[in-house]
């Protein structure tokens, strides 16, 4: 059997010390359990082809810079692909 002691004691004090002892302890099982991260979606990062003509550049823009090896084409099926990563590296930053 438990013995317990009374005392007078504030509400306030009571119910602050309940919830630090709980967000103590919910902070302690996070950590202790890290939620699975899911690694991304490799193909969430390929754009088709049919997107960039016309945004970014004209067909034959793009023909010439896959030639000079600017930026990467992938091809699946006869649908043409870039990864919109390469797209962003390929940007130039002008000077103002």
């Given at each position: 059997?438990?013995?317990?002691?009374?005392?007078p004691i504030d509400p306030k004090k009571?119910?602050?010390?309940?919830?630090?002892?709980?967000?103590?302890?919910?902070?302690?099982?996070?950590?202790?359990?890290?939620?699975?991260?899911?690694?991304?979606?490799?193909?969430?990062?390929?754009?088709?082809?049919?997107?960039?003509?016309?945004?970014?550049?004209?067909?034959?823009t793009l023909w010439k810079y896959e030639?000079?090896?600017?930026?990467?084409?992938?091809?699946?099926?006869?649908?043409?692909?870039?990864?919109?990563?390469?797209?962003?590296?390929?940007?130039?930053?002008?000077?103002?």
């Amino acid at each position: 059997m438990h013995n317990f002691v009374l005392s007078p004691i504030d509400p306030k004090k009571l119910s602050k010390d309940i919830a630090d002892q709980v967000t103590a302890n919910i902070l302690l099982a996070v950590q202790k359990n890290p939620q699975p991260t899911t690694a991304p979606d490799p193909l969430d990062d390929l754009v088709p082809k049919s997107e960039v003509r016309g945004k970014l550049a004209s067909s034959s823009t793009l023909w010439k810079y896959e030639k000079d090896g600017k930026i990467q084409v992938y091809a699946i099926g006869g649908k043409r692909f870039y990864k919109r990563s390469e797209l962003m590296q390929a940007l130039i930053k002008l000077k103002k």
